[in-house]
């Protein structure tokens, strides 16, 4: 089966696309997830291919295209929306995390390369980390010290041990 091009599923995208798949300690308000998508897909150049919840885990996953600026904005957006919507002190679920915003990994896709994901990547816990004031740990390819390559790394302790984390590891971006 040929695949068809994604860039003509976004008007105005004609260069690199980058997907972004944001992972959120809620999966059990169906409202919660409704708002925090809907301030993805009301973001202009950004097209949401999926979203899911997990009842058992409390966790939901959005993933959507666009391109690296669009893609930032529409991450900001949802990711902003969970920061006001999903209190911590009242989580509970089986999926190891670190926040109401868990991970948001940058992938790149057509004309876009891993280049592009990690400083859109960085651009984003910059921006989130600021107006959330909230500390920002990157992982993988856009970890900034080596011993945070690996994200079960920077999750262990999880939520509750984060008063700990940044003392003993200084936060990236807060």
């Known amino acids: 089966m040929r695949r068809t091009p994604i860039k003509k599923d976004i008007p105005g995208i004609d260069m690199k696309i980058i997907e972004c798949i944001p992972n959120f300690s809620e999966g059990r308000n169906p409202e919660i997830v409704e708002a925090i998508v809907n301030a993805t897909a009301q973001t202009e150049g950004v097209k949401v291919l999926d979203f899911s919840m997990d009842t058992d885990h409390n966790r939901s996953v959005l993933t959507f295209i666009g391109s690296p600026e669009a893609t930032l904005r529409g991450a900001i957006a949802a990711c902003d929306r969970a920061a006001e919507l999903i209190d911590m002190r009242r989580h509970s679920g089986v999926h190891p995390r670190i ?14 390369d891993m280049l592009d994901a990690v400083e859109t990547a960085h651009r984003f816990g910059h921006i989130f980390g600021r107006r959330n004031n909230v500390p920002v740990y990157f992982y993988g390819e856009a970890a900034l010290e080596p011993g945070r390559k690996k994200l079960a790394d920077i999750r262990r302790g999880q939520y509750e041990g984060l008063r700990d984390k940044s003392i003993q590891h200084k936060p990236e971006f807060k």
């Open 99 to 112: 926040g109401a915003v868990d991970v948001v990994p940058f992938v790149p896709l057509e004309g876009a």
